[in-house]
């Protein structure tokens, strides 16, 4: 039963009926916004966005400190919705959509202002004399956020928060299969007496996103599938505006001979099962040395069969959360047995439950000529293929046309070092799962076709600015293009101080 379904609208918006995917029960209609909504709502936002930019800092902070608040006294109200709208186990409901929006909210309030202060930078050589560059942060304006379903809370408060705390307004449009648990980011805001229009939360589906990008936004910022990215980048690229896309990936793990096999093995567990493997930066490849495979292998099958899969109360894996994944995870573990994959745990719809899901699976005799392993899966499938090395290893991880994040697990940092700066990927977590989304500090972005610019962090509150570089004059300097009129004499004279600036080697430490 899909989790979506269109319903007869006579008006000028397209209706859905929602599903949960825990019991596959209705559990609310949305009207889809349509062009000119987005349109409206965009022209609302601009006029906001003069006044929101005009504050300081910490009169936006304490917007963000508010919320905050908020949403750690009603933790409960965003962990229900999420789970009723994606039916993924409560502990991931509170840690990946809970705790890391209140890191988030309090983070951005904490640093953004040190991120954009505007600073003096000197310059080098001759016109460092004369001239000084100042470097300022200009908001871009207003900014459409665009975000998936897997992480409906926290995808958009995350790129919400940044792109307000640098001064813009935002028009943020969640998943069709999530809208509720999205829309909850506008209602904290709104409670919490954000000036109105500042952020707007619009219902609806492809369409609406489509819209949105079209409707003279300033950036869009696309968390999504590869397939959805490129046609963003596309229309973006048409009106020349910017965009950063967060696009799916397929992560590898490389397991050494001298790792922690017992570690490892509960990392594997974690990184392909965590959110029902619907992690962007799950992991779906692991790539296991000869040596230590079996010991591996038999640890990550008994730890496997231990998960406990459930609709409610205290389990690890929950559902999968939109039937049209479902059906991607069934095709992938049916291709990779029908190619000679052994299943170890799982590898079937979970019969005792009512709703969409997928039994915790490991697969074993995997290779490359398995969509398993090089499409993105994104379902608790645990992918395990035995490698005479780990040059072998590093091969197989880097022949992906994704680059998300990826993972080394040795007991040697060096070598560990080493493996990570040749992994051609977007980040990397060294014995531990992929992180690096929660960790602000590390700029976050896929490479090949997970994606394209890197967000959060200073880099990314930046990325919501234009920066302004402006030169001016140091100790009341002079004009230094003042060329006119020309003269051979000028031309002789440059050409003597070039000789002087880069043909001697005290020259060349002057500039
Ligand atoms: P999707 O691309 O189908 O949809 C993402 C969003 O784009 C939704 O809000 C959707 O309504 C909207 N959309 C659809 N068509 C559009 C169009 N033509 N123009 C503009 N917007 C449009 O992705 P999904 O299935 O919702 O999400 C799962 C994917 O997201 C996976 O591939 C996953 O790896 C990826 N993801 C990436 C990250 C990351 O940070 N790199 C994080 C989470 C999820």
């Known amino acids: 039963m899909a989790i979506y379904e269109p319903l007869e609208s006579d008006g000028p918006r397209r209706r859905l009926r929602l599903r949960s995917p825990v019991d596959l029960e209705p559990i609310g209609e949305i009207e889809c916004a349509n062009s000119r909504d987005v349109e409206r709502a ?11 930019e005009a504050l300081s800092f ?3 902070a304490r917007y963000m400190e508010k919320v905050s608040r908020l949403l750690l006294d009603r933790c409960d109200e965003v962990v229900d919705k999420v789970i009723e709208e994606t039916g993924k186990a409560r502990a991931e409901a509170v840690s990946m959509e809970v705790f890391s929006s209140l890191d988030s909210l309090c983070y951005y309030a904490k640093n953004t202002k040190k991120f954009l202060r505007p600073h003096k930078k000197r310059l080098h050589g001759l016109m460092g004399f004369a001239k000084q560059l100042r470097i300022v942060y200009k908001p871009l304006g207003v900014i459409g956020i665009i975000t998936p379903w897997n992480g409906p809370f926290i995808l958009a408060m995350n790129q919400t928060v940044q792109a ?3 001064g813009n307004a935002v028009v943020l449009k969640g998943s069709e299969v999530t809208p509720f648990s999205t829309k909850l980011v506008g209602d904290f805001f709104e409670e919490a007496g954000l000036p109105d229009g500042v952020l707007q939360v619009l219902m609806g589906d492809g369409a609406t996103g489509a819209a949105l990008v079209e409707s003279g936004v300033d950036k869009i910022s696309f968390t999504g599938s590869v397939v959805t990215g490129r046609k963003v980048a596309e229309a973006c690229g048409r009106q020349l505006i ?3 896309l967060e696009l799916g990936g397929k992560d590898a793990m490389i397991v050494c001979a001298d790792a922690d096999i017992e570690r490892a093995a509960n990392g594997a567990l974690i990184g392909s099962c965590m959110n029902t493997g619907q992690y962007c930066c799950g992991t779906e490849r692991i790539y296991v040395v000869d040596s230590v495979c079996d010991e591996f292998v038999e640890k990550v099958v008994a730890g496997a069969a231990k998960l406990r899969q459930g609709d409610s109360g205290e389990f690890d894996v929950g559902a999968i959360f939109w039937d049209r994944q479902l059906e991607i995870v069934e095709r992938h573990v049916d291709d990779a047995v029908a190619k000679g994959a052994t299943v170890r745990v799982g590898g079937r719809r979970n019969p005792a439950l009512k709703g969409l899901f997928y039994e915790p699976t490991v697969l074993t005799d995997v290779n490359h000529s398995m969509d398993v392993m090089t499409e993105e899966t994104f379902g608790p499938v645990i992918s395990i293929m035995k490698v005479p090395d780990e040059e072998e290893a590093l091969r197989l991880a ?11 697990w040795t007991q040697d940092k060096d070598k560990a070092l080493r493996l990570a700066a040749r992994m051609e990927t977007g980040a990397v977590c060294v014995n531990d799962m992929a992180l690096t989304y929660g960790v602000p500090e590390a700029p976050f972005g896929g490479r090949k076709n997970s994606g394209i610019g890197q967000v959060n962090g200073k880099m990314g509150v930046r990325g919501y600015c234009h920066t302004l570089p402006i030169i001016i004059d140091r100790f009341g300097g002079k004009q230094l293009a003042s060329g006119y009129p020309y003269s051979f004499k000028k031309i002789e004279g440059m050409q003597k101080l070039m000789k002087l600036l880069w043909g001697s080697p005290i020259g060349r430490w002057l500039s």
Not at 43 to 52: F, L, P, S, T, Y
Not at 400 to 407: D, F, K, R, T
């Open 42 to 52: 965009v022209e609302r936002a601009r006029k906001a966005q003069v006044d929101w």
């Open 58 to 60: 910490d009169e936006r």
């Open 164 to 166: 307000l705390m640098a």
């Open 242 to 244: 910017p965009c950063s």
């Open 398 to 408: 880097n022949e992906s046309c994704y680059g998300l994040n990826g993972n080394v």
